[in-house]
Each structure stands twice: as structure tokens, then as C-alpha cells.
């Protein structure tokens, strides 16, 4: 083999060791173990393409970790091509930073899918932004028209509270002056009775003597009503109740330790109801207060032994203005126990009494020990 | 020279009519011609003034330009987002370059902008040193005109260098 020969085979196989070396530094990451080039002109190219290609390496590394502060070490088409992507990863990050900070109003250009993709994303969040804003101005409104109502309100139940202290006053002021008058008719009328010789004034006079009485009730009956619903609630023997009727008909009490939970006028109804014995039930001797369970509730019935309630009369009984005296006894009663979720009905067979019957519902019992 | 005396204080009516003037052929000149304007330019003032000199003027007119196109296209900002996007707009819609943030510390006054194509640089040929001098003016005068601050503004990457990308540093004084 010739000198030439030699020569150019040599420089073949420096080219092709500093080929497989670069193919090497591509591939693994690193040259192969023999980097021994002859020719130093090559071994120098060599060299330096090595160290590019593993510059361009480290840049990519550090970029696909997502460290982009490292700048891109060379310059080039391909360090340019690692720049642009530096840049553009720079970029997004600063993006993705102010949507964070809640600016919605960015947008990529010229990224292909990623814009596309990107700027459909930041459209969505706007646009969920945008419902969601209306949907906070619209509960503003509301809250600021719920601000008003209960304000308004407010204002009404104070007009309501100042216009019920005003008739309060009024309605003792008045109650107490009629009282004062009704006592000074009952005395004259007290007083004229022995001089009444004539039988018909005598009459005349009794019946005067009855309106005072229904008059004196229908005040009283006033009072008790403005009362109602003022005082809360209370938990009150039946049998205590019972035990203060006036002498009449002899009152059972079937409802020992029995406890209800009312208005505090609930001895008002069971004494309406034995005045309603008195003056209805035509003669009743014997009333009997007794109890039992429905279900959850407990029915308390009243039944007295006299001529009943005629059917005809059931429903209409407990109406304001029903009734042969003040028609204004089971009235109150209705509208005593209901304030406290308690019912009441008539079931008694006319001819054998009348029995009424109050529906506790649970929670507004209880037997005492 | 006093401005009594001058004939060419810029005013955005400099611009002109475009539609009124340029009926047919429309507002937009080729690349080649913006480019060829600006390097002939560049190379007499470059011939007159020297390197330092023609960079000073480039400067200066970039930042006059920035100035004028805040004023009269981007306006009102209220915040940087705001400013960002009226950028990038204003700069895509007249063909000047893709504009983009790589970093922002507002509070410290300094940034890093981006801009790609370039109609400056993009596609010179690699000549080792930064050539957009204008472009470091036209942000300044961005800069200035919505901070009402002074901003220092070095390219430290661009297309000439190799890098593909114009990069800014940019600082308030």
C-alpha cells in the first residue's frame, strides 16, 4: 500500500470513528470509549461537534425538567429552535401565572393545537367566570331585596307593635272605665230593686241585671283574649285545674299526673267548658274528665251527663257569636288551645251528653311522677 | 434648532390618510421594503454618526415610535395583563412581531419581553451581534408611556446572534 493510500485510509477511518462517536453521543448520551482521531484538524471538528450536541443535550435536559432559567449555551438553528422553546415555555409560565392570579384575559397566538387548545381553556374559565359573577350580582340583588323586605318588615311590625300598645291602652283604659260604670249600674240597679213594686219594671230591671252580667263576661272575655299567645307557654296539671271548679256538677278527674303544654290560659277553657255544663247542658249532674292515648296523641275528653248537642249544632258551636249567652265561651276555648297546636271537637250522641274531645299532639303531654 | 424651525416633529397625521391614499394598493408595504429603508438608513447614519451614534438615533426614534403608538393605539391601560394583551395585539394586528412575556416583577421594575418574527431581524443572517436597536427604543417608549417611568431596555438575544428569538432585559432606571 502506497503512502496516498495509507494516508486516505487513515482519514477514512478517523472519519468514521468521529461519525460513530457523534451517532454514540446521539443515541446514548456519550462518545464511545475510543476517541482517538489521528488527523487533529478532524479530531478538533470532532470535538467541538461533540460538545455541541451534548450542549444541546444538557439545554433540552434542563427544558424538559422545566428548569427554563438556564440560558441555552450556543447559538445556531438548533440553539435558536431550544431558545424559541425556552421562550415560549417562559412565556406560558408567565401565563399560567396570571390566570392564576386571576387574569382570564390571555391568549396564545401561533402555538398550532396548543393555541387552540390553550385560548378555548381560558375562553371557558372566562366565560364560567362571567356566569358565575352574574349569578353573585344576581344573589346581590337579591340579598340586598331580602335586606329590604325584612327591613320593611321590621318596619311594619314595629307599626304593628306601637299600633297593639295603643289599643292595649286604649282597651284597658276603656275596659276599666266600663267596669267602673257596669259597677255603678249593677249597684242602682241593686239599690232601685226593693222600690220596683210595678212587676213589669221589676222584669224589666231583672233583665237589665242579665245584660250587666253578659257585659261584665264579655269585658272579661276581652281581657283574656288580648292575653292570649302573650305569655308563652307553660306545663299545667289538668288535675290542678280541675280540682278549682265551682261547686256544680261533681267534675271527675279522670287525668291524674296528666301535664299539658299550653297557654297559660288553659284553665280558662276547661273552666268555659264547665260553664258551658252549667248553663247548656240542661241539668247535668256528673261531668268526666278522662284520658287516652291515639297514637302519639292524647285525647282528653270532657262528657257530662246532660241532654248533648244537637247535631245540627256541632260544626257551628265553637264560632265567634254562636251560642245562646255571649256565644264567646267555646270560642275562646278553639282559639286558646289552638294557639298551642291542641284540637278540639264535639263527638258526644245527642240526648247523652256532651263530650268534648282535645287532641294533644306529642310533645305537648307527659305524665308527671 | 428651535421647534419654530423644524419640519418634521412627529405627529401620528405624519401617517396620513391610508385609505384615501392607498385605495388600491392598501396600507400594508412589503417587509423587504420597511427592512431596506431601515438599513440603508442605518448605514449612512452609521457613515455620519458613527456605530454608537446611528444605535443613539435608532434608539431614540424606536422610543419616540413607542411612545406615539401607545398614545394613539394601545391608550388607556389600567394594568400590566391589560398593557400585555394591547401589546400583543397591536403588534400581531401591524405585522410587527409576536409578543410575549417571559417574566414580569413589576414591583421591582423588571421584566423580560419576547418577540418573535421580528420585522426587524428575523431571517438576517447570523452576524454575531444584536441588530434591534429601534426594537429597544419602541419598548421603552411602551415602557414609559404606560408607567410614566424610565425604562432601560437591552437586547440580549436576537435572530442575528443565532438565537432565533429577540430577547429584552428590561429595567426601570
Known amino acids: 500500500m502506497s503512502g496516498g493510500a495509507n494516508m486516505e485510509e487513515s482519514g477514512r477511518e478517523d472519519a468514521l470513528k468521529a461519525l460513530d462517536n457523534l451517532e454514540s453521543v446521539l443515541l446514548k448520551g456519550r462518545p464511545g470509549a475510543d476517541e482517538a482521531i489521528s488527523d487533529p484538524e478532524v479530531h478538533e471538528r470532532y470535538e467541538k461537534l461533540r460538545d455541541q450536541l451534548k450542549e444541546a443535550q444538557r439545554s433540552l435536559r434542563e427544558l424538559s425538567a422545566g428548569r427554563l432559567s438556564e440560558s441555552i449555551g450556543s447559538r445556531g438553528y438548533t440553539f435558536g429552535l431550544l431558545n424559541n422553546l425556552q421562550s415560549n415555555l417562559l412565556h406560558l409560565t408567565w401565563q399560567a401565572k396570571q390566570i392564576a392570579s386571576g387574569d382570564l384575559t390571555q391568549r396564545i397566538d401561533f402555538l398550532d393545537e396548543f393555541s387552540e387548545s390553550f385560548n378555548k381553556m381560558t375562553a371557558a374559565l372566562e366565560e364560567n367566570r362571567r356566569q358565575l359573577e352574574e349569578r353573585r350580582a344576581e344573589l346581590e340583588e337579591l340579598n340586598r331585596s331580602l335586606k329590604d323586605e325584612v327591613e320593611e318588615r321590621r318596619r311594619a311590625e314595629e307599626r304593628l307593635a306601637m299600633a297593639n300598645h295603643k289599643l292595649k291602652i286604649l282597651s284597658s283604659v276603656t275596659r276599666h272605665d266600663a267596669l267602673n260604670q257596669l259597677t255603678v249600674l249593677q249597684g242602682y240597679l241593686e239599690l232601685a230593686e226593693p222600690m220596683a213594686e210595678d212587676a213589669k219594671l221589676r222584669r224589666y230591671m231583672e233583665r237589665m241585671d242579665v245584660a250587666a252580667d253578659i257585659i261584665a263576661e264579655l269585658i272579661d272575655f276581652g281581657k283574656k283574649y288580648e292575653m292570649l299567645g302573650t305569655e308563652g307557654e307553660r306545663w299545667a296539671s289538668l288535675s290542678g285545674i280541675l280540682a278549682a271548679m265551682d261547686p256544680g256538677p261533681q267534675v271527675h278527674d279522670g287525668c291524674a299526673g296528666v301535664e299539658v303544654l299550653a297557654d297559660p290560659l288553659l284553665d280558662k277553657v276547661f273552666y268555659n267548658l264547665y260553664d258551658n255544663t252549667l248553663r247548656h247542658s240542661g241539668g247535668a249532674s256528673r261531668v268526666d274528665v278522662s284520658n287516652r292515648l291515639d297514637g302519639d296523641d292524647l285525647l282528653i275528653v270532657w262528657q257530662d251527663d246532660g241532654q248533648g248537642v244537637p247535631e245540627s249544632e256541632k260544626e257551628r258551636i265553637f264560632e265567634r257569636g254562636v251560642g245562646k249567652n255571649t256565644g264567646l265561651g267555646l270560642f275562646l276555648i278553639k282559639e286558646i288551645l289552638e294557639i298551642s297546636g291542641i284540637g278540639i271537637a264535639e263527638r258526644g250522641t245527642p240526648g247523652e251528653g256532651a263530650r268534648f274531645e282535645m287532641r294533644v299532639p306529642a310533645g305537648r303531654w307527659r305524665y308527671s311522677d | ?173
Not at chain 2, 412627529?10 to 408595504?29: A, H, I, Y
Not at chain 2, 400581531?92 to 418577540?115: N, Q, T
Not at chain 2, 426587524?120 to 434591534?132: A, E, F, K, M, R
Request: glycine share 10%.
Open chain 2, 1 to 173: 434648532m428651535g421647534s419654530e424651525e423644524r419640519r418634521y416633529e412627529f405627529s401620528w397625521d405624519l401617517l396620513g390618510d391610508l385609505e384615501l391614499g392607498r385605495p388600491n394598493l392598501g396600507p400594508s408595504v412589503g417587509l423587504e421594503v420597511y427592512r431596506l429603508m431601515q438599513y440603508s438608513m442605518r448605514d449612512v447614519l452609521e457613515q455620519r454618526l458613527g456605530t454608537e451614534g446611528a444605535d443613539r438615533v435608532f434608539f431614540d426614534s424606536g422610543k419616540l415610535a413607542g411612545m406615539k403608538l401607545f398614545e394613539n393605539v394601545i391608550k388607556g391601560c389600567d394594568d400590566l395583563s391589560q398593557f400585555v394583551s394591547a401589546v400583543q395585539n397591536a403588534l400581531k394586528e401591524l405585522g410587527i412581531g409576536i409578543f410575549r412575556v417571559e417574566r414580569s416583577e413589576p414591583d421591582m421594575g423588571s421584566f423580560v419581553f419576547s418577540v418573535f418574527e421580528d420585522a426587524d431581524c428575523s431571517g438576517l443572517p447570523d452576524i454575531d451581534h444584536t441588530v434591534c436597536t429601534y426594537d429597544e427604543g419602541f419598548i421603552a417608549g411602551l415602557m414609559e408611556a404606560f408607567t410614566g417611568e424610565e425604562y432601560d431596555v437591552k437586547e440580549v438575544d436576537c435572530w442575528c446572534t443565532g438565537d432565533r428569538t429577540c430577547r429584552f432585559a428590561v429595567e426601570r432606571v
